[in-house]
């Protein structure tokens, strides 16, 4: 989102202020935590955002819209129907077969790829989220910066898969502007996405703070808080993330920030936490926790099978321990305990303590 009193700030504050401011194989064996005392040194630390992951109701449909907003897919990763045990066990859940495409795009920043994994189920009830608003708790999405939004916009909607929420179904021009750069759209299962157009960077001038370039690539994840110092003390402050900006962020409110999203009468403020992206060590990517202080509401009840939902991964070392300070800290464990890959990377999922987010988190073997 843009804070238009103070114009452009980092990266990704810009992306969503512009708005409105990543394991597969064979079966394995389910572990307690703890079991694995001896690789955990210390506390445990996360050490990288690595992908977010999405589920979806039918994920032909699903990679077919990916590509045309410009995802590439990967072909090592066998999108086949199939009985899949980690799975089961990730997601503490029996009898199901699963599908499975591994989509990425690149980003021209680091010239590294980022991942959105896509997930289809079947053998258990589904509840369906996809009419959820944009400012729900707990929603989710992802900002993607791309050469020509406009054009883009277009290829969506000739193509009918265009989901628009912004006011119009059209791109909102920002405060100062006239040319349409950015707005939400949906996935085919209602997830969100910010389309930000393509920007070269503009130096300080006339009162003006410098604004960064947006370059193509994802430039944000970001989640609806209900809390926002929970929130942050979990990303944060157990997590690792790094404040960006303001502690105490102003509220925002007016048209611009309503006719993104499709809103009326919003009032919000963002807090970006950066992490280290661990396919680009150079490179950070915001995880930006999104508060509307007019849209206080107690989640709705939903699970990490549901149509709808996504989820973000985070690299860690030491996972035995920093679980326990994760679940210490109010953290569920959806999981049967950790879980091990044949490939003998271990991962576990969890909810936050606010909103109930899902969140991956994996530790490689060491070499």
């Known amino acids: ?39 955990a040194a210390g506390s445990g630390k996360v050490v990288a955002l690595t992908f977010v992951g999405r589920m979806v109701g039918n994920l032909d449909r699903s990679v077919a819209f990916y590509k045309t907003l410009g995802f590439s897919q990967d072909p090592l990763a066998n999108p086949a129907w199939r009985k899949d045990e980690v799975i089961e066990h990730l997601y503490g859940v029996k ?52 050469p020509d939004a406009a054009q883009m916009w277009a290829t969506l909607r ?15 021009a920002p405060p100062g502007q006239t040319k349409g750069m950015l707005a939400y759209l949906t996935d085919p299962d209602g997830l969100d996405i910010e389309l930000i157009d393509k920007r070269p960077a503009a130096p300080a001038e006339n009162g003006r703070p410098a604004r960064p370039a947006f370059v193509p690539g994802v430039s944000h994840v970001g989640l609806v808080v ?33 006719s993104a999203v499709g809103g009326h009468g919003n009032v919000l403020r963002f807090f970006n936490e950066s992490f280290t992206e661990v396919s680009a060590p150079g490179g950070h990517m915001n995880f930006e926790l999104v508060e509307f202080q007019n849209r206080k509401k107690p989640v709705e009840t939903y699970g990490i099978t ?32 950790i879980v091990t890959m044949k490939s003998g ?7 936050d303590p606010d909103v109930g987010g899902f969140v991956e988190l994996f530790e490689h073997p060491k070499k």
């Open 306 to 337: 549901d149509i709808g939902v996504g989820y973000v991964g985070f690299e860690v070392e030491g996972l035995d321990a920093f679980l326990t300070r994760v679940t210490a800290a109010g953290a569920k464990v959806v999981s049967d305990g």
């Open 1 to 39: 989102m843009i804070d238009t009193r103070s114009g452009f700030s980092a990266r990704v504050l810009v992306a969503l202020a512009c708005a409105l401011g990543v394991l597969l194989a064979a079966p394995a064996i389910s572990e307690a935590p703890g079991s694995h005392a001896a690789a």
């Open 345 to 351: 990377t271990r991962e576990v999922m969890v909810r």
């Open 226 to 258: 209900l809390d926002d110092a929970k929130a942050r003390a979990f990303y944060g402050d157990l997590l690792g993330g790094q404040l960006q900006g303001a502690v105490d962020p102003p509220w925002l409110k007016g048209d611009f920030y309503d």
């Open 158 to 172: 000739a193509a009918g898969l265009l989901k628009a929420r912004s006011w119009g179904g059209e791109l909102i």
């Open 95 to 146: 009898g199901i077969e699963t599908r499975m495409a591994k989509m990425f795009v690149n980003d021209e920043a680091t010239g590294q790829r980022f991942v959105v994994y896509l997930r289809e189920l079947e053998g258990l009830p589904r509840k369906n989220l996809a009419e959820h608003t944009a400012w729900d708790p707990g929603v989710s999405h992802f900002g993607l910066v791309v």
